[in-house]
């Protein structure tokens, strides 16, 4: 696989996952098991992510770079939710957690293939 195939790959899984997260946690927070009935504040969790968005989708490594540590915030909500909560909650909390982990992981390789060659220095 070339390169550039890889690296649209990654871009793809990467913005895929970005966005199944952020529709997850709108539908989580305000219909499906909100914490409070008729919806919760924390929907406000994913504002954050959209103002990833855009960077994800045009391939912007300085935005790759910077969500890799912040996907980690879901990563830790999704973890603990998915242990300490119960029933369609728990479910939507494993659902969280696998897409932070493929969004955490196309990421860090989209950013590794996207570096600029470093010169070589002399032994």
Do not use: H
């Not at 927070?29 to 992510?49: D, I, N, Q, Y």
């Not at 045009?58 to 830790?76: A, E, N, P, V």
Request: include cysteine; glycine fraction near 4%.
């Amino acid at each position: 696989m070339s390169m550039l195939n890889n690296t649209r790959l990654l871009n793809a899984v990467s913005s895929v996952s970005l966005v199944a997260l952020i529709l997850l946690c709108t539908v989580w927070e305000l219909w499906l098991a909100p914490l409070r009935p008729g919806g919760s504040m924390l929907v406000l969790k994913v504002v954050p992510l959209l103002f990833a968005l855009f960077g994800i989708l045009r391939g912007k490594r300085y935005t790759y770079q910077w969500m890799s540590m912040l996907i980690l915030l879901y990563f830790t909500e999704g973890t603990v939710r998915a242990t300490s909560d119960s029933g369609l909650s728990q479910q939507l909390a494993i659902a969280e957690t696998f897409l932070t982990v493929t969004f955490f992981v196309s990421a860090i390789y989209y950013a590794r293939a996207t570096r600029a060659a470093q010169p070589r220095r002399p032994a």
